[in-house]
């Protein structure tokens, strides 16, 4: 039953076909392909299939595959409103990674940080993302009881697997949460219980975060709960297991003095090692590997949310990360893994460049891994004709322009013998990462900094390990690969200020630079990059702007909610 998941996972409209609202399980069909309720869960595959439902709602983004026409968002751009790419648009393009000059789906708003309650469809897209999950979590927890299995005849096939299979909806429910109170604040708690008809009732962060943690503190084996994750690495390909748990903990505890005023930096370091000391998820002995069509062999990666460019297409996954980061003649220079398809309309910040040593930025066309590097991970395009640093024009001016910006190309569709995989070049085949481990060795060290009780030995420890990692140095040296140069650090270069630029070097595109920033004091205000406020060298915005604003289209359904301070509502103007 554990390795069913995966199958189903990446066939998941060839499982069952859901409408785009989950209460529409409880009416009659519009017509034969959309199921009821009890289709659904008449049978164990009804069931699997909506368990694979509930991770897919993360990474893929409507019934058909690709964009296929069947969207799970009425009304919302398919291939934009996907939850990974979205998390992109909110998460990365408004800091110093990248810039994406287009105008369309209020992406220029979050770019220059202008964003207000009603211009910004990526944003009213990403919370209506997060709640359809929570709303397939919810569905699959009322249904996945011992009551219900038993008087559907599917008890003896699930007996010994049901409560795990609550507890993995479970964290993903909570990893929703956690992502609204990160993005939103305040906002309604919809839980099992909640009626179709019951109207959600607003909480305060610190309460949406309060039962994240209830859940995860349970599913994870911590306080007394039938549901229960697998052990780390015991769960099966596709699922979460309680390192899951554990990062996501750890990653709450970091922010939770941002987020409520609450020091929880024992916690968050307490909850890291757990991840490094289990050892089921050691980091690979290759930055790169991380990010290829064959990463869901990568130790490293705790939760890896599937891509397949024949069975789990999507123009919002993985696939959004290498075409718009490439474009044809950039394959030219390397194998891209998307051939002449890529879109080459995301480049990099200056900032992120100037992070890394210029001598480690060159792209050498006969070296395309970049293998001849110190810093593994400056992984950038420069080899394009005319094509410079700047994301700006000689009029400086922000400008559609190919040759402005240099290109992100850690994502590449190809295996880690730089070939096409089965799957061929048309969408990706890389999962995407996330959680893994180098995470939990940063947060590790960043808790100590910050007050946790360990000792700067052992945040330097961690840090380093991660840094020999990215150098190939050391105990990562391979043969053939620059490792003569140590990534280690001296104690005396260990800072707050050293982890922020080093978490930049190790998850630039990975969706947790915003919350990063605003953790670290400087995405408002102290620390400007290319366009913030609207501003080709940057500006200092207002505070305000640190959490987004509740979707005004929620605001009219639910006249309870309140707006997030900052923003004002144009409702009955």
């Excluded at 019934?63 to 909110?90: C, K, T």
């Excluded at 190919?402 to 096409?420: A, E, L, P, S």
């Amino acid at each position: 039953m554990k390795k069913y998941i995966f199958t189903l996972l990446l066939a998941i409209v060839g499982a069952v076909s859901f409408s785009s609202c989950v209460h529409d399980l409880d009416t009659m069909p519009i017509d034969d392909n959309k199921l009821v309720k009890d289709d659904v869960y008449s049978t164990t595959e009804g069931y699997m299939g909506m368990l694979a439902k509930c991770y897919a709602s993360l990474i893929q983004t409507g019934q058909q595959g690709g964009d296929g026409g069947d969207g799970d968002l009425l009304g919302a751009n398919e291939g934009y409103s996907g939850y990974v790419r979205l998390l992109f648009y909110l998460q990365e393009l408004s800091t110093d990674n990248f810039i994406m000059p287009s105008q369309s789906n209020g992406l220029r708003r979050c770019l220059n940080l202008t964003w207000d309650a009603s211009n910004a469809s990526v944003v009213t897209w990403t919370y209506q993302r997060l709640y359809m999950s929570v709303a397939y979590s919810n569905e699959f927890l009322r249904e996945c009881t011992p009551e219900a299995l038993k008087s559907r005849g599917l008890w003896d096939d699930f007996k010994d697997n049901y409560a795990q299979y609550r507890a993995e909806v479970k964290m993903i429910r909570a990893y929703c949460y956690v992502m609204l109170a990160d993005l939103f604040a305040n906002v309604p708690v919809i839980d099992e219980t909640v009626g179709p008809k019951d109207l959600p009732v607003q909480k305060t962060r610190a309460e949406v975060l309060e039962f994240a943690e209830k859940e995860l503190l349970a599913i994870c084996g911590a306080t007394a709960s039938e549901d229960v994750l697998a052990n780390p690495g015991t769960a099966g390909r596709g699922h979460v297991d309680r390192a899951a748990a554990w990062i996501l903990l750890s990653r709450m505890y970091l922010n939770m003095k941002t987020w409520t005023g609450t020091d929880r930096y024992n916690d968050a370091l307490a909850y890291s090692r757990k991840v490094i000391e289990c050892g089921v998820y050691p980091l690979a002995d290759d930055y790169r590997h991380i990010f290829l069509a064959d990463n869901d062999q990568c130790p490293e990666i705790i939760w890896g949310l599937a891509q397949d460019g024949l069975r789990a297409q999507s123009s919002a996954g993985t696939n959004f990360y290498v075409k718009a980061f490439v474009n044809g003649p950039m394959d030219e220079l390397y194998r891209t893994g998307v051939g002449s398809k890529g879109w080459g309309n995301v480049r990099s910040k200056t900032t992120l460049v100037d992070i890394f040593d210029p001598s480690d930025v060159t792209f050498r066309t006969d070296d395309t891994w970049g293998n001849t590097k110190n810093d593994k991970r400056a992984q950038f395009m420069t080899a394009l004709p005319n094509q410079k640093k700047e994301t700006w024009d000689d009029n400086e001016a922000m400008t559609s322009t190919f040759t402005c910006g240099f290109g992100y190309i850690k994502w590449r569709n190809v295996t880690r013998d730089d070939q096409i995989c089965a799957s061929g070049d048309i969408y990706s085949s890389i999962d995407f990462p996330l959680f893994r481990t180098a995470d939990a060795y940063l947060m590790a060290a960043e808790a100590i900094l910050r007050g946790a009780n360990g000792s700067r030995t052992l945040a330097l420890e961690y840090v380093n390990e991660v840094r020999m990692r990215a150098y190939m140095s050391d105990k990562y040296a391979k043969s053939g690969i620059k490792s003569d140069v140590s990534g280690k650090i001296q104690d005396s270069e260990l800072t707050l200020d050293f982890i922020l630029d080093e978490r930049q070097r190790e998850f630039a595109s990975e969706c947790l630079r915003r919350t990063d920033l605003i953790r670290f004091g400087k995405f408002t205000k102290g620390r400007n990059w290319d366009w913030k406020g609207g501003e080709r060298l940057g500006c200092d915005v207002d505070d305000h702007l640190k959490v987004f604003p509740i979707p005004e289209a929620e605001l009219m359904n639910n006249p309870t909610l309140e707006q997030n301070d900052g923003y004002k509502s144009t409702i009955g103007k």
